[in-house]
Nanobody, 118 residues
Framework: QVQLVESGGGLVQAGGSLRLSCAAS????????MGWYRQAPRKQRELVAI???????NYADSIKGRFTISRDNAKNTVYLQMNSLKPEDTAVYYC????????????WGQGTQVTVSS
């Protein structure tokens, strides 16, 4: 199994920056990709960014050029650097790991709140 713990959320003014961290533990070698999703009030959870085990990245159109996903393999940690934040980025951000262990499944963190004030 894989456990994920997020940190780094908070309150920031529009135009500001935050960096989210997601530390993975457990069956690290089984992780095929890791990503960040977000869910705003009364909206569905959506993909923000993803990074695969071979460092391929993909971003939602709404955050391209502003957010960057990266990882530190030595620390088993994935980061989401968020710059030029907008009020519409306000959401609970969730870390996700796609794990292959017999079958493919998703592991989720507990979420971290990001609030951007105008």
């Amino acid at each position: 199994q894989v456990q994920l713990v997020e940190s780094g959320g908070g309150l920031v003014q529009a135009g500001g920056s935050l960096r989210l961290s997601c530390a993975a533990s457990g069956s690290i070698a089984s992780i095929k990709s890791m990503g960040w999703y977000r869910q705003a009030p009364r909206k569905q959870r959506e993909l923000v960014a993803i990074i695969t085990s071979v460092d391929t990245t993909n971003y939602a159109d709404s955050i391209k050029g502003r957010f960057t996903i990266s990882r530190d393999n030595a620390k088993n940690t994935v980061y989401l650097q968020m710059n030029s934040l907008k009020p519409e980025d306000t959401a609970v951000y969730y870390c996700n790991a796609l794990v292959l262990a017999g079958s493919l499944y998703s592991s989720w963190g507990q979420g971290t709140q990001v609030t951007v004030s105008s």
